[in-house]
């Protein structure tokens, strides 16, 4: 292998992270979201190994044809619904349930002819101001769904919470009360809550909980990670030592000289660089583990290679180099590049080499 930059997918942890989020959401269903390619840990591993979900979460009806074409018999629920009338007919051939959030939607289905009832989300917009019906709106939008013989009975009312993950921030009260308030002659279950909103918000605790960063081991609380949280990470993405040299002192390392050797020391470069969706914004500090230790970045991370300063640490040549995971919190390389871990774990290119583990 030419190559050795490698993202491993930790089966178990994921499905020990669905059983956490389980033992917390008290009796909920549970709507794993897998959009983003599985938060870039790959859909169609990440719904094998959470199978045992009552749902799955998907930004798009093409998610949805991966899934079946998978052989995913679960429930699926496509977040943005359909985009065009003729969407309804694919959303019956996969039998995929479909999110209704604005009236020309409504209409769609009021003006379709096809006699087989559609599994349909209601979605209301407490405050987040994306996607939803205004909650003055969600009255006459449920009962005219209910009045239509090709939605079935069962309809799930649903908002999203905007500011959950601050536990201190009134909105998501507000936003519960006015779920509350916008459903309150609505038959059918709900779902309010959700990675945030499960760990903070009672309030928001009903028929349904819709998760996504926890099942993944990332951390939905500013400041914390998502093994502070009982977590574990599904990814750990690691590379190789593909040199070793010693550079003099006062020498710069990397694009635009922006790190200079404060003494003779030896400099390790790793086979990972943006090319691969390594951040090309993380400073000069960031961490790494090699062989268990801590080793930092030193200068710019470039195309296809990051420059780390060895000293103390006795590497040697192919040595392991972790980017994130296990040992290493992805939380802690997001806050270097100014972002957040979600961002980091999508980003994956297709020059990783995505492996599967059982731990």
Same mark, same amino acid.
């Given at each position: 292998?030419?190559?050795?930059?490698?993202?491993?997918?930790?089966?178990?942890?994921?499905?020990?992270?669905?059983?956490?989020?389980?033992?917390?959401?008290?009796?909920?269903?549970?709507?794993?979201?897998?959009?983003?390619? &599985?938060?870039?840990?790959?859909?169609?591993?990440?719904? #094998? !190994? $959470? @199978?045992?979900?009552? *749902?799955?979460? %998907?930004?798009?009806?093409?998610?949805?044809?991966?899934?079946?074409?998978?052989?995913?018999?679960?429930?699926?629920?496509?977040?943005?619904?359909?985009?065009?009338?003729?969407?309804?007919?694919?959303?019956?051939?996969?039998?995929?349930?479909?999110?209704?959030?604005?009236?020309?939607?409504?209409?769609?289905?009021?003006?379709?002819?096809?006699?087989?009832?559609?599994?349909?989300?209601?979605?209301?917009?407490?405050?987040?101001?994306?996607?939803?019906?205004?909650? &003055?709106?969600?009255?006459?939008?449920?009962?005219?769904? #209910? !009045? $239509? @013989?090709?939605?079935? *009975?069962?309809? %799930?009312?649903?908002?999203?919470?905007?500011?959950?993950?601050?536990?201190?921030?009134?909105?998501?009260?507000?936003?519960?009360?006015?779920?509350?308030?916008?459903?309150?002659?609505?038959?059918?279950?709900?779902?309010?809550?959700?990675?945030?909103?499960?760990?903070?918000?009672?309030?928001?605790?009903?028929?349904?909980?819709?998760?996504?960063?926890?099942?993944?081991?990332?951390?939905?609380?500013?400041?914390?990670?998502?093994?502070?949280?009982?977590?574990?990470? &599904?990814?750990?993405?690691?590379?190789?030592?593909?040199?070793?040299?010693?550079?003099?002192?006062?020498?710069?390392?990397?694009?635009?000289?922006?790190?200079?050797?404060?003494?003779?020391?030896?400099?390790?470069?790793?086979?990972?660089?943006?090319?691969?969706?390594?951040?090309?914004?993380?400073?000069?500090?960031?961490?790494?583990?090699?062989?268990?230790?801590?080793?930092?970045?030193?200068?710019?991370?470039?195309?296809?290679?990051?420059?780390?300063?060895?000293?103390?640490?006795?590497?040697?040549?192919?040595?392991?180099?972790?980017?994130?995971?296990?040992?290493?919190?992805?939380?802690?390389?997001?806050?270097?590049?100014?972002?957040?871990?979600?961002?980091?774990?999508?980003?994956?290119?297709?020059?990783?080499l995505f492996v599967e583990d059982n731990e």
């Open positions: 292998m030419s190559r050795a930059t490698v993202a491993t997918i930790h089966l178990g942890a994921l499905r020990r992270n669905l059983a956490r989020v389980r033992d917390l959401a008290r009796g909920a269903k549970v709507m794993a979201v897998v959009k983003a390619d &599985g938060y870039g840990h790959g859909l169609e591993r990440v719904a #094998r !190994a $959470l @199978s045992d979900a009552d *749902a799955f979460g %998907v930004a798009a009806l093409g998610d949805g044809l991966r899934l079946r074409a998978a052989g995913v018999a679960n429930r699926v629920v496509v977040l943005s619904g359909p985009d065009e009338p003729a969407d309804l007919a694919e959303f019956r051939r996969l039998q995929l349930d479909a999110v209704i959030h604005h009236d020309e939607q409504l209409r769609w289905l009021e003006g379709d002819r096809d006699p087989r009832p559609l599994r349909i989300w209601l979605k209301v917009d407490t405050g987040m101001h994306r996607l939803g019906f205004d909650p &003055g709106a969600a009255a006459s939008a449920g009962a005219r769904l #209910r !009045a $239509l @013989s090709n939605v079935r *009975a069962e309809i %799930v009312s649903m908002t999203h919470f905007a500011a959950s993950d601050e536990f201190d921030n009134p909105m998501t009260a507000a936003q519960i009360a006015a779920f509350e308030a916008a459903t309150a002659g609505l038959p059918g279950a709900h779902a309010l809550a959700n990675s945030a909103g499960l760990l903070g918000w009672p309030g928001a605790q009903a028929e349904w909980v819709r998760v996504g960063g926890l099942l993944y081991g990332l951390s939905v609380v500013a400041g914390k990670s998502g093994g502070d949280l009982g977590f574990e990470p &599904g990814m750990t993405l690691s590379a190789r030592l593909i040199s070793i040299k010693t550079v003099r002192a006062g020498e710069t390392i990397g694009y635009a000289a922006t790190w200079r050797c404060p003494e003779d020391m030896p400099i390790g470069v790793a086979s990972i660089g943006y090319g691969d969706g390594y951040p090309r914004s993380v400073a000069s500090g960031t961490p790494v583990l090699i062989n268990g230790q801590r080793a930092q970045i030193v200068g710019r991370v470039s195309m296809d290679l990051v420059t780390i300063d060895l000293r103390g640490i006795g590497a040697q040549l192919g040595d392991r180099v972790v980017l994130w995971g296990r040992g290493l919190p992805v939380e802690e390389i997001a806050r270097h590049a100014t972002t957040i871990s979600y961002d980091l774990t999508c980003g994956m290119t297709k020059r990783v």
